[in-house]
């Protein structure tokens, strides 16, 4: 195929017809009362918005939301806000990270609430001086909150 006879420049008005159709779609409709579509809002997505990040030596990972159970004081600056540094995947991080990270194993009743965990085991995890990570199956997992029992 030869392409060195086509004219691009009898496309540009076609491509021209074509952005200002699509805008003018998009754009609100005004009336004598006001604006009548509204851009429906988006919520933002990605994997920072509903995890918790932990990091060490310019590495971090990302962890659901409420699977670190305990982080005490000497280990606080290792759990942040917003990621710094080279981005690990979790089972990667936890092998450069094991001094100071417990991986503790839940059932799937621990983790949705049905069963809680016992006082006396929650004192023992934070006894043990490191941060305290849910998993199930060696995978972090958000632990909800125990339910009221009727």
Known sequence: MKFSN???GRTLP???????????????????QGPTFKR???AKSGPYVDSDILASSGFHTVVPRGAVLVVPERHAKRKISKPTGV???????LRKNYGWIYKY????DQASGK???SAEK???????????VAVYKNNPISVLPAKPQP
Do not use: C, Q
Request: net charge positive.
């Open 6 to 8: 086509v004219n691009f």
């Open 87 to 93: 981005f690990t995947i979790w089972p990667k991080f």
């Open 122 to 132: 929650m004192e023992s995890l934070k006894g043990m001086g490191k941060i305290v």
């Open 14 to 32: 076609l491509l021209t017809i074509a952005t200002v159709a699509i805008l003018s779609i998009l754009a609100p409709v005004t009336s004598a």
């Open 40 to 42: 429906p809002k988006i």
């Open 105 to 108: 194993e839940v059932t799937l």
């Open 115 to 117: 069963t809680p965990i």
